[in-house]
Nanobody, 122 residues
Framework: QLQLVESGGGLVQPGGSLRLSCAAS????????IGWFRQAPGKEREGVSC????????NYSDSVKGRFTISRDNAKNTAYLQMNSLKPEDTAVYYC???????????????WGKGTLVTVSS
């Protein structure tokens, strides 16, 4: 069973940066697409970014395009989300998820981590 653990969340000022990590265990990530999702209080979980198994296909939501960068290191069985120019509206619990293909919808991803909280505030 594939298990995912996120880390790297925390409190950051507007304009700051954070890098989230998604470490996998139980199975190799080589054959899985990795998605990052977030859920703010009172809102639905939304897709932020996704990278396919080879890293050749990447997509971003319009709200983070140009500020966030997704990447993966299959040798380390880990994926990352570099978040720059953070805004208060980026505050949310961030989740990584895995499945054979990317999906912008949370229901399209099979394996999930428990999330890491990102708070953007002065």
């Amino acid at each position: 069973q594939l298990q995912l653990v996120e880390s790297g969340g925390g409190l950051v000022q507007p304009g700051g940066s954070l890098r989230l990590s998604c470490a996998a265990s139980g199975k190799t990530l080589d054959y899985y697409a990795i998605g990052w999702f977030r859920q703010a209080p009172g809102k639905e979980r939304e897709g932020v970014s996704c990278i396919n198994s080879s890293g050749g296909i990447i997509n971003y939501s319009d709200s983070v395009k140009g500020r966030f960068t997704i990447s993966r290191d299959n040798a380390k069985n880990t994926a990352y989300l570099q978040m720059n120019s953070l805004k208060p509206e980026d505050t949310a619990v961030y989740y990584c998820a895995a499945d054979y293909y990317c999906s912008a919808a949370a229901r399209g991803m099979d394996f999930w981590g428990k999330g890491t909280l990102v708070t953007v505030s002065s």
